[in-house]
């Protein structure tokens, strides 16, 4: 399911400046980049592409659609360059571009309403997520995508950052300009309702 392991990165022995040098090519990489190097922009989002995409993909419900849009995220993010400041991250950057490519999308399919998630609601959407005639099979991925289509617009994006882009509480906060807590609320209810769902789906009884 959506699950993220987390990696002890600690080791016995002496530090080794590796991170700093990392640091470095990055930044290299950056400003060729925004000098109008394609292939230092290439190599800057080359380890990002897989996990961007899936993230896209889950947002809007359609992995096709989520390689167009992740397409259309890297020739947005090529073009805007030069408006990245200095201060910015680039990978925070490049996902908010992807959100908001999202969330349009979404918003021009009608596939989500900017209402308040209510307990009617909440009824409403699991049972429009009840699979039809016993014999019907729904694959891992279609029940998960669906399920995802079911949360609020807030809950799937703080869940899909943290769970997807890896990102950090701090780093959603700021790249939706929102409060640590509220992204940490978010986050544990959109588990919760992910799980809650998962089960009803998957007549989990346990």
């Not at 949360?151 to 869940?159: E, F, I, V």
């Not at 640590?180 to 986050?187: D, L, Q, T």
């Amino acid at each position: 399911m959506l699950e993220q392991g987390v990696q002890d990165d600690s080791a016995d022995g002496p530090p080794d400046d590796s991170s700093a040098q990392a640091r470095d090519t990055h930044d290299e990489r950056l400003r060729r980049a925004r000098e109008g190097d394609g292939s230092a922009f290439s190599e800057l989002v080359r380890d990002l592409q897989v996990p961007l995409c899936s993230y896209i993909a889950r947002m809007v419900g359609n992995d096709e659609l989520g390689r167009d849009l992740m397409q259309e995220t890297l020739i947005r993010a090529w073009t805007s360059l030069p408006e990245l400041r200095a201060d910015q991250h680039f990978k925070a950057w490049l996902y908010r571009i992807a959100t908001n490519l999202a969330r349009s999308h979404l918003r021009r399919a009608r596939l989500i309403r900017w209402l308040p998630w209510t307990q009617a609601e909440e009824g409403a959407s699991l049972k429009a997520l009840s699979i039809e005639g016993p014999e019907e099979r729904v694959s891992e991925a279609d029940i998960i995508r669906k399920i995802l289509l079911c949360l609020s617009p807030q809950y799937r994006t703080c869940l899909l950052l943290q769970v997807v882009g890896g990102f950090s509480q701090r780093d959603i906060a700021l790249l939706l300009g929102i409060s640590e807590k509220s992204v940490g609320s978010n986050v544990c209810r959109a588990r919760e309702q992910f799980r809650h769902s998962y089960a009803s789906l998957k007549g989990d009884t346990a």
